[in-house]
């Protein structure tokens, strides 16, 4: 259990920057979540916290601790990595009671500690099992068992669950959550799936191109991303990003995006006004578009023709791929939708829930609340 | 396979020139062990078939331990075998893995450097060498050869488990680190154990060599009892021009006996060891 901060860390590999000005503080017993494209830095962040890479700049706080000296083995850590890392050629016991041995513990408490953990992970039957004798999710287990047993002061989690099917995923994710929860301590819990991210984090850290991105709850990231990149990250189906011309037209507020114009929310009106006459893109979620038909009444009249293009029934809801004018979006709509394939559709389209970004890179986001 | 292999075609492709091959290589091995177990009259008769047995005796392998020096040898040559062995491999593991694992300043080169010095020939190397040994008063000692055969042994076997600890995952050292390893823990506790055919193939390598080596040996390692095998057997049974056939016949039988027992047990493992990375697993 301990705080932990990262302060103004970089690490270059040559000329190449893996971190860059990286300022982050994880509070005791938060579970936080970096998320990013694969190449994006986060897993050399979480390294850097274990100590199996070295900042090139800045300095890494465990506690009250600065670690930036301390080996991996003196940081009061431990990691599961996505192999697994299990020791082939030790049984699941002994796996799980190395790190204790290492540190001279009686027999009698090692013993305790693992029965604990592998009660909780409900691994008792595999304890003298080899690794290569389990499945990918008992494998799993037994390496969450094996950092459970040293009541370290922080957890780090490196994509652990990528190598599990589907629904063992969904099923991990789970009993992390409540592992979280049972242990009281701090995780630090790297992925590049923005679903773990939004399940199972108390707090998000949204990474791209060796940059944080986004700090925030996973709501706070959801509802409010900070740019164009996080809209289009955190999300699923992921949000539709359209150019558009932002008119003053007998003064309201308009968004044009030549097949269609749609009129700006008077309560979002004041915020953008700034923009008026020039080029953004307008974000919306595929959430957020309806089918006229079975749209709420409010929002019928903001309402554009689209021609269907791929109809994916999903049996909870319907993705429709849809072509705008020469603009493709996605829509989740009602699954009383009734449809077919080149047939135009008319969608109303919640534009209290619409985003406005720069047109240029860093592609911000126009704050609007 | 799948497919249409006939007993026949199986007979024809695979059992013939396997049944060839096999008399190839064992027929010297038939043939020395046959002349050791005969009297010397027998191996010049001409009237006897020389590749059958007519009398059996033993003769041969007494005469080798109560006229020669064999034992001594026996003894010289596994003490330097051994030696040479196990310091090459402690060194080697070390090596392989620093180049396997450490980044530092001039490691490629360090690893490229290695390679090459296992390309310069023992034919070349003796002759400084020689001045070396003779600069530490080493000659005729166990240590003139314990200390000449790694600069043969220690490049191949470097190379050899770098390759070999190259194939086992860097997340379960680095697991082993943050469970509270030191490096040279993780190495000893976690990679060492792991990397045990590789290990064993290096050995393997390390002791044929030294059990087998014939210039080194003649040259450092030559007056009185202290000769190895190969040296001995061919100093003192071949006298002029008079061969002792039967006795050098013993020798040899006797002298390629350990390989052979060592081969048969660990083959699976030396197998393993040098074709370690060459697909994934």
Not at chain 1, 66 to 91: G, T
Not at chain 1, 346 to 353: C, M, V, Y
Not at chain 2, 34 to 62: A, H, M
Request: a neutral charge; one cysteine or more.
């Amino acid at each position: 259990m301990a705080k932990v901060v990262l302060e103004n860390i970089s690490k270059m590999f040559g000329k190449v920057a893996a971190v860059k000005n990286c300022d982050l503080t994880v509070e005791d017993k938060e579970f936080v979540i970096l998320v990013g494209p694969s190449g994006c830095g986060k897993s050399t962040a979480l390294r850097m916290v274990a100590g199996l890479e070295e900042p090139t700049t800045g300095t890494i706080y465990i506690g009250d601790r600065a670690v930036n000296d301390l080996p991996p083995k003196d940081r009061d850590i431990a990691m599961v990595f996505q192999e697994y890392a299990l020791y082939p050629h030790m049984s699941v016991y002994k796996n799980m009671a190395f790190a204790l041995k290492l540190r001279k513990f009686p027999k009698e408490e090692i013993d305790q500690r693992v029965r604990e953990a592998s009660d909780i992970l409900g691994i008792q039957d595999l304890l003298d099992r080899k690794p290569k004798q389990l499945s990918g999710g008992q494998r799993q287990r037994v390496a969450v068992g094996r950092a459970i047993v040293r009541k370290p002061a922080v957890f780090l989690f490196d994509e652990p669950l990528s190598n599990l099917d589907a629904k063992l995923r969904v099923q991990m994710r789970a009993e992390l959550s409540k592992l979280h929860d049972r242990l009281q301590t701090t995780i630090i819990y790297v992925t590049h799936d923005q679903v773990e991210a939004m399940t199972m984090g108390t707090k998000i850290v949204v990474m791209k191109d060796a940059l944080i991105q986004q700090i925030g709850t996973p709501l706070g990231v959801y509802n409010f991303p900070v740019n164009l990149f996080v809209a289009g990250f955190i999300g699923s189906p992921v949000m539709n990003f359209i150019p558009c011309r932002v008119l003053s037209k007998d003064g309201r507020l308009m968004i044009d995006a030549e097949a269609f114009q749609l009129p700006i929310p008077e309560k979002k009106a004041p915020y953008y006004q700034a923009l008026a006459g020039s080029e953004a893109f307008f974000g919306i979620r595929p959430n957020d578009i309806y089918d006229r038909l079975f749209a709420p009444e409010h929002l019928k009249e903001n309402a554009i023709r689209a021609v269907v293009d791929v109809i994916e029934p999903l049996g909870s809801e319907i993705h429709l791929n849809v072509t705008a004018g020469k603009h493709n979006l996605v829509a989740m709509v009602d699954t009383q939708t009734n449809v077919r394939m080149h047939q135009e559709i008319e969608l109303a389209i919640d534009l209290n829930k619409m985003h406005l970004f720069e047109k240029n890179p860093p592609n911000l986001r126009i704050a609007a609340e | 396979m799948v497919g249409s292999e006939t007993l026949g075609k199986r007979v024809l492709g695979i059992y013939l020139p396997l049944a060839f091959f096999i008399f190839f290589l064992l027929f010297p091995f038939y043939w020395m062990s046959l002349v050791s177990f005969k009297p010397t009259n027998d191996l010049f008769e001409l009237k006897y078939n020389p590749f059958w047995l007519q009398t059996f005796t033993l003769e041969n392998y007494l005469y080798l331990f109560q006229n020669t020096d064999f034992s001594e040898w026996l003894k010289n040559t596994l003490i330097i075998s051994v030696v040479s062995t196990v310091l090459s491999l402690g060194c080697s593991i070390l090596i392989g893995y620093a180049l396997a694992r450490l980044r530092f300043p001039g490691s490629n080169f360090l690893g490229v450097g290695i390679f090459l010095a296992y390309l310069v020939p023992p034919t070349l190397l003796f002759i400084p060498l020689s001045q070396v040994i003779a600069k530490l008063n080493l000659y005729n000692t166990y240590w003139a050869l314990i200390l000449t055969y790694p600069t043969q042994l220690i490049p191949f076997a470097s190379w050899l488990l770098m390759g070999y600890f190259r194939t086992i995952p860097k997340e379960i050292e680095e697991c082993a680190m943050a469970d509270g390893c030191t490096r040279m823990q993780a190495l000893v506790k976690i990679i060492l154990p792991l990397s045990l055919p590789g290990m064993i193939s290096a050995g393997i390598f390390c002791f044929t060599l030294c059990w087998n080596e014939f210039l080194y040996a003649l040259i450092f390692m030559s007056s009185g009892p202290m000769k190895t095998i190969p040296v001995g057997t061919v100093s003192d049974l071949i006298k002029a021009d008079t061969l002792f056939w039967g006795a050098l016949m013993a020798s040899a039988v006797l002298g390629s006996f350990p390989i052979a027992f060592l081969y048969s047990f660990f083959v699976k493992y030396y197998v393993e060891g040098l074709t370690a990375g060459a697909v994934k697993r």
